[in-house]
């Protein structure tokens, strides 16, 4: 499967090798699928890939779970404060803010995600963190509770 963009032509990898190769002739480059730092670092090249070209919906799938399960329950999303797990880039951040989501901090492993999601969706998230949860003081979680 091939598609043209800014990025050049994007080119899939055969079954179960999971890579993409995009970029300009002559300057064609290779990335596996998880290799996030390296997704993220190219503008729209992860979104281009996962959403657009091969159709990932996880973000919309649960960012509407989430809203059917504050409407069910009567509550106004302008009122929560929700944290964004894996955040990545800001592709989920962008459909909470959709929703209506009152504060929303996102985190995620990769340094980088947090560097993509400013650069390509600045202003989503009220502020983003890079670190392992379970890794984190109870001291450090509880600010992370309180911020406001």
Do not use: C
Request: cysteine-free.
């Amino acid at each position: 499967m091939a598609a043209r963009d800014e990025l050049g032509t994007i080119v899939f990898s055969p079954d179960r090798e999971e890579w993409v190769e995009f970029g300009p002739p002559g300057a064609r480059r290779r990335v596996a699928f998880h290799d996030y730092a390296t997704l993220y670092a190219v503008p729209g090249l992860y979104g281009r890939v996962f959403y657009a070209e091969l159709g990932m919906r996880s973000s919309t799938e649960v960012v509407g779970l989430f809203g059917r399960a504050l409407e069910d329950l009567g509550l106004a999303p302008s009122d929560q404060r929700v944290l964004d797990l894996g955040a990545g880039n800001g592709l989920g951040g962008v459909e909470l803010r959709t929703l209506g989501v009152g504060h929303l901090v996102g985190l995620d492993l990769e340094p980088r995600a947090r560097e993509a999601a400013r650069r390509d969706h600045p202003g989503v998230y009220d502020d983003f963190r890079v670190g392992d949860l379970s890794a984190w003081s109870a001291q450090k979680v509880a600010e992370l509770a309180a911020h406001r």
